[in-house]
Structures are given as structure tokens and as C-alpha cells.
């Protein structure tokens, strides 16, 4: 199960990313890039099985990384919505998200 303690995110008794340093902390598991699905803001990206069309799943890599949308950059992403919440509900939100997904990774590959 994930849990949040202070500002690191578990799975497992495992912390897996965090937020203390005010800034997004990504491992580049590569799982937003696999759940495109669960998100229609990021419909014009998705393969049609929930994968970016961008994301090259045998080196787990984005083949535009440093041309990305918008969207796909945490940091940068934040200009979108910083009138509607504080930076660092942002980062909050965006590592729930994170964890939710390899919450559920970790639930797959135990069944």
C-alpha cells in the first residue's frame, strides 16, 4: 500500500520518490508514459493502448525528451496551473499520481 510520510511516498515500506527539496523528484520508471489512458488531457498523445507515441518501451526512454509537451514536464507544466494552487500542491498531486501508479505495478506483478 502507499503511504505518504512527510514529504517521501512509499510502496511497501519502499520510498520510491519525494518532494522534500521543492522540486519533483522523477526515477523515469517510465509509467506515466505507460498509462496515457487514464487522462484525456493526454488523448492526442496516446499510441491507442494507453502508451505515448513517443516513448520507446525497449530503452524506456522518450524519443522526444527534450522537445516534450508541456505536460510531460513537471516543473515546467506548473506555469499551467499556478493561479489555481501553490507549487508545492502541485509537486503533491503530481507524486500522488506517481505513486497510485506504481502502487498498482507492484499489484500486477504479485498476481
Known amino acids: 500500500m502507499a503511504v505518504k510520510n512527510k514529504n517521501s511516498y512509499t510502496v511497501s515500506n519502499k520510498i520510491i520518490a519525494s518532494t522534500q527539496s521543492n522540486a519533483f523528484s522523477c526515477d523515469q520508471c517510465g509509467l506515466c508514459c505507460k498509462n496515457l489512458d487514464k487522462s484525456t488531457s493526454l488523448d492526442f ?23 516534450r509537451p508541456l505536460l510531460c514536464r513537471v516543473e ?23 505513486t497510485a501508479l506504481k502502487a498498482q505495478q507492484m499489484i500486477f506483478k504479485e498476481k
Open 45 to 67: 498523445l496516446n499510441r491507442g493502448d494507453g502508451v505515448c507515441v513517443h516513448f520507446n518501451e525497449s530503452e524506456s526512454l522518450c524519443n522526444i525528451y527534450e522537445d
Open 76 to 98: 515546467d507544466g506548473y506555469t499551467l496551473f499556478k493561479s489555481q494552487i501553490s507549487k508545492q500542491k502541485y509537486y503533491d498531486l503530481n507524486m500522488q499520481s506517481c
